[in-house]
């Protein structure tokens, strides 16, 4: 088979949609602030972390573009194939295809950031994956925010959520590892509970921790594999804690959620439930880890617990039952959810959803009026929101009984989200660029013809802008009573 063929074959993401050429480095360092977590036998030794950016780039043809799946290709593919539910035999017979491990990103790996306009510095937005998820299973989506000037970090978990990942023993002669893979269990369980309240501790500790190192401290970054630092400015970046954007899909959602309310919640709840729940399994059949038991209240003190201050929030397909113990703490920070058909369907999840953005169940007055954006999107999967249904939509289709599912219509879906989000953000004055009443300012790229509809508005980037809103789609007002609609019937 030839190269031409191969390429063809090869599984690709599309360009991204902003102005912006796009850089990115991946990085692992010993955690300054390592903590060992018993329940679920995983520990905060390192940290490691993908960032996209705006970059400083004269010829994109020289650069080259990072590997979709990490260092250890072949196997990040197996697993990542025996997660979706697919046989060992089949993940161990994709991996030796040539071109499958192959897919990169369309962003260029290690080039400078560039210097943003005068008087402006590039907002950060953190990105927290899912069940399944890698620091660059959602590519697209952080690199599209990027490409309209934001900074994206987006972690990879140690906690058993990721299919695989590798921890680097820095402290050992030579490059030693060791291999944490997915833990999978049954949802309805009390060890289920107990494994993702742990879990989303864990992940708060790495976030919060690698936004110490990268906004306080700013360290230099030094490329995994190299030893020499990209040429990365943070002065060019606001680096303010309160400005971050946390933005995350399903189980990262939740993980963005709490970092806001303060993770201590979850904990208490389990402190305060511990006895009944070990009460409520006389057959031992779920067995608690003893490990686990809290012998007294939690420190609301330790900054890795209490909640932090953000400028928005973004939450793909938001999954609420691992947080549902926080409901009744009020969401202070403007907040976008955009829902895939199969979270729609979904009715218990869908019942926090409603509860969460409408601040029901808080005690009254006790939470300022919320700006929140709550949007659904079809032809849509669970992985609609990541790369997945992107580089594998004959998969996704198959395996998610989603008929419509084809490379054009996750690009439309995958643009839809990008385009809401950026308004919102805008919106919400996380501006990464001056932009004026006309949409001019850096944005040049973009398309500023009148709608014949509606000669109020205008056309950015194929999707009708108009009073912040994306075509198809309809602002709704978030009721403890809502009813979500189709809002894209008017733009089948």
């Known amino acids: 088979m030839g190269r031409r063929a191969m390429r063809f074959l090869t599984p690709r993401l599309p360009p991204y949609p902003g102005p912006f050429t796009v850089g990115s480095v991946e990085i692992e360092i010993p955690s300054p602030w390592p903590a060992v977590y018993d329940a679920i036998e995983t520990a905060v030794e ?5 960032v996209f950016y705006p970059a400083d780039v004269q010829d994109p043809s020289n650069e080259k573009n990072p590997y979709w799946f990490p260092e250890d290709r072949r196997e990040y593919l197996k697993n990542f194939v025996t997660f979706s539910g697919r046989s060992s035999t089949l993940a161990t017979f994709l991996s030796h295809i040539p071109f499958v491990p192959d897919v990169t990103l369309p962003c ?23 069940l399944g998820g890698t620091r660059n299973a959602y590519s697209q989506f952080c690199g599209s925010l990027a490409s309209h000037g934001h900074v994206v970090i987006a972690p990879e978990y140690r906690d058993k959520s990721a299919p695989v990942t590798y921890v680097r023993d820095f402290s050992a002669a030579g490059y030693v590892r060791k291999v944490v893979k997915y833990q999978r269990m049954m949802e309805v369980s009390t060890s289920a509970r107990i494994l993702r309240t742990y879990q989303l501790v864990q992940r708060v500790r790495e976030t919060l921790s690698i936004l110490k ?3 306080e401290k700013n360290i230099v970054l030094v490329p995994m594999g190299e030893t020499n630092p990209i040429k990365f400015d943070w ?6 804690r309160e400005k971050v954007v946390y933005a995350g899909h399903s189980f990262g959602a939740a993980t963005s959620v709490v970092l806001v309310k303060g993770v201590y919640h979850v904990l208490e709840f389990l402190h305060q439930h511990d006895s009944d729940a070990a009460a409520s399994n006389p057959t031992g059949t779920e067995e608690i880890p003893s490990s686990i038991t809290l012998d007294g209240p939690i420190d609301r003190t330790d ?7 953000a400028q ?24 976008m959810a955009i829902l895939s058909q199969a979270f729609y369907a979904w009715s218990a999840n869908m019942a926090l959803v409603y509860q969460l953005l409408s601040n029901s169940g808080c005690v009254p007055g006790t939470a300022p009026p919320l700006k929140v954006h709550l949007f659904l999107t079809k032809p849509s999967a669970h992985h609609s929101q990541s790369d ?6 004959g998969l996704t289709r198959y395996a998610f009984n989603v008929p419509e599912c084809t490379f054009e219509t996750q690009t439309a879906v995958m643009s839809m989200n990008v385009a809401g989000c950026v308004e919102f953000l805008r919106e919400n004055g996380t501006n990464s660029f001056d932009v004026t009443d006309e949409r001019e300012g850096l944005i040049k790229t973009q398309s500023m013809e009148q709608d014949k509809d509606d000669p109020t508005a205008f056309v950015l980037q194929g999707y009708l802008v108009a009073d912040n809103m994306v075509k198809g789609w309809s602002r709704l007002n978030v009721r403890d009573d809502i009813t979500v609609v189709d809002i894209l019937a008017d733009d089948r």
């Open 46 to 50: 390192t940290l490691q972390f993908r």
């Open 108 to 130: 260029l790996s290690n080039v400078p950031l560039l210097e943003p306009p005068e008087n402006h510095k590039w907002p950060v937005v953190m990105f927290s994956h899912g």
């Open 213 to 215: 190192i990268l906004l």
């Open 235 to 240: 002065s060019y970046v606001d680096t303010r």
């Open 303 to 309: 900054e890795f617990l209490r909640p932090q201050r």
């Open 312 to 335: 928005a929030l973004l939450l793909l397909d938001p999954w609420c039952i691992p947080i549902y113990q926080t409901m009744g703490i009020p969401l202070t920070v403007p907040t």
């Open 388 to 393: 997945i249904a992107l580089l594998f939509p």
